[in-house]
């Protein structure tokens, strides 16, 4: 049975922190990972997509890596700000259709 | 680029009503679409995979004749509660995917509540 793990389920940070998020998944043997955004009663929105023959990707402020051997992705934020707060959610793809979701990350980014 | 809409943001019908939920890919065509339920506090999960023009794939657990799925066209899926009940009530949230690309884009999401 697949599972995705998300670590801490909270975190409260000041701002201009640098952070990490921690994402495991049971099954190494993924297609893709992908990070997203939810902010509250909203959807999701995409940040980072890593293919399984990758090892990091990076867009800004986030660098996204990914040990397929452990089963481990982080997220990294840099210089964190009150507009990063929101949940971060892990996705893991196993066969190109199906996405297995993480329970997320609440952060929370004080002034 | 790559956006996805769904209408109505948020519905309240009675029990024992229906209520169609739409999912758009407006600058893509979007040869498969899924259907993603999230509880309070709790993470996505996905209900049924859609391809255009076919049967959708339903998860395991999911009642296929209460949650009606249409892929009429590649920029269009709906879905249906049929019969809803209280406990259908939660946020529903579609994705697409380009047929040339591996990244899902999902919508805003549907806030359904039943009464």
């Known amino acids: 049975k697949q599972e995705v793990t998300q670590i801490p389920a909270a975190l409260s940070v000041p701002e201009g922190e640098n952070l990490v998020l921690n994402c495991s998944f049971t099954?190494?043997?993924?297609?893709?990972l992908q990070w997203f955004r939810q902010d509250p009663g909203k959807g999701l929105t995409s940040l980072l997509l890593?293919?399984?023959?990758?090892r990091e990707q990076t867009s800004g402020r986030l660098n996204a890596s990914l040990d397929k051997s452990s089963g481990r992705s982080t997220l990294y934020i840099a210089a964190s700000q009150p507009g990063d707060s929101a949940t971060y959610l892990c996705?893991?793809?196993?066969?190109?259709?199906?996405?297995?979701f993480g329970s997320g990350t609440k952060l929370n980014v004080k002034p | 680029g790559a956006v996805v809409s769904q209408h109505p943001s948020w519905v309240i019908c009675k029990s024992g009503t229906s209520v169609k939920i739409e999912c758009r890919s407006l600058?893509?065509?979007?040869?498969?679409m899924f259907w993603y339920r999230q509880f309070p506090k709790q993470s996505l999960m996905l209900m049924a995979t859609?391809?255009?023009?076919?049967?959708?794939?339903?998860e395991q657990g999911v009642e296929k004749d209460k949650f009606l799925i249409n892929h009429a066209s590649l920029t269009l899926s709906t879905l249906t509660v049929t019969s809803a009940h209280p406990e259908d009530s939660s946020f529903y949230i579609c994705?697409?995917?380009?047929?040339?690309?591996?990244?899902?884009?999902f919508g805003p999401g549907t806030r359904l509540t039943v009464t």
């Open positions: 994705s697409a995917r380009p047929g040339t690309d591996y990244e899902q884009y």
């Open positions: 099954d190494s043997a993924i297609y893709n």
């Open positions: 890593i293919q399984s023959s990758q």
């Open positions: 996705a893991v793809s196993y066969n190109f259709n199906k996405f297995y």
């Open positions: 600058d893509f065509q979007a040869t498969t």
């Open positions: 859609s391809n255009e023009g076919s049967k959708a794939t339903y």
